[in-house]
T-cell receptor
Framework: NAGVTQTPKFQVLKTGQSMTLQCAQD?????MYWYRQDPGMGLRLIYY???????DKGEVPNGYNVSRLNKREFSLRLESAAPSQTSVYFC??????????????FGPGTRLTVL | AQRVTQPEKLLSVFKGAPVELKCNYS??????LFWYVQYSRQRLQLLLR??SRESIKGFTADLNKGETSFHLKKPFAQEEDSAMYYC?????????????FGQGTILTVHP
């Protein structure tokens, strides 16, 4: 199993450009998450999907949209990139939301720079 | 709303010395606490959770509800323990597994 995969690994955008970060998992997990990692801020939840067909905002959703395309895939879209969105983005998944089954499995990350 | 605080951004110790990474939280309900670790060029991964009360790679962490803390401890640090450590909290109820992370502590163990 590949676990959680993310594409691309690196991306440079100009302010105002749009792009979609892709995430897929092959572990048949129900819940998926998008985080951003910034120095001194830790990981902050952008959006999550508790199950296929549902999405909800996390702590820092402004400037982002998501799509839970199917059970495997959860994409993050930046419609009009801003320098403040320069960050490392992590996708994660978990089997269920229940206690004891909620270990989060992380992807390798996407390093995004917005100029 | 819940909050997780890791007061030390950087922590340096020598090999063989004890190490303690601090984590404090605020949450009105009954939380679940975790430690996640990111080694160099590896993915973020679960190190341990308070429910399991287990020791992983020599690390232990005890949930102290009175002090709202979940400090990570190891009696004898090893060079391979050098990594970024995140404390995380899962709220109860229908949180759908969402985690609130602390700011992270970079641990460096010198030879």
């Amino acid at each position: 199993n590949a676990g959680v995969t993310q594409t691309p690994k690196f991306q440079v955008l100009k302010t105002g450009q749009s792009m979609t970060l892709q995430c897929a998992q092959d572990m048949n997990h129900n819940s998926m998450y998008w985080y951003r990692q910034d120095p001194g801020m830790g990981l902050r939840l952008i959006y999550y999907s508790a199950s296929e067909g549902t999405t909800d905002k996390g702590e820092v959703p402004n400037g982002y949209n998501v799509s839970r395309l199917n059970k495997r895939e959860f994409s993050l879209r930046l419609e009009s990139a801003a320098p403040s969105q320069t960050s490392v983005y992590f996708c994660a998944s978990t089997p269920l939301g229940a206690a004891g089954l909620d270990t989060q499995y992380f992807g390798p990350g996407t390093r995004l720079t917005v100029l | 709303a819940q909050r997780v605080t890791q007061p030390e951004k950087l922590l340096s110790v020598f090999k063989g010395a004890p190490v303690e990474l601090k984590c404090n939280y605020s949450y009105s309900g009954s939380p679940e606490l975790f430690w996640y670790v990111q080694y160099s060029r590896q993915r973020l991964q679960l190190l341990l959770r308070h429910i399991s009360r287990e020791s992983i790679k020599g690390f232990t962490a005890d949930l102290n509800k009175g002090e709202t803390s979940f400090h990570l401890k190891k009696p004898f640090a090893q060079e391979e323990d050098s990594a970024m450590y995140y404390c995380a909290l899962r709220a109860g109820g229908t949180s759908y597994g969402k985690l609130t992370f602390g700011q992270g502590t970079i641990l460096t163990v010198h030879p």
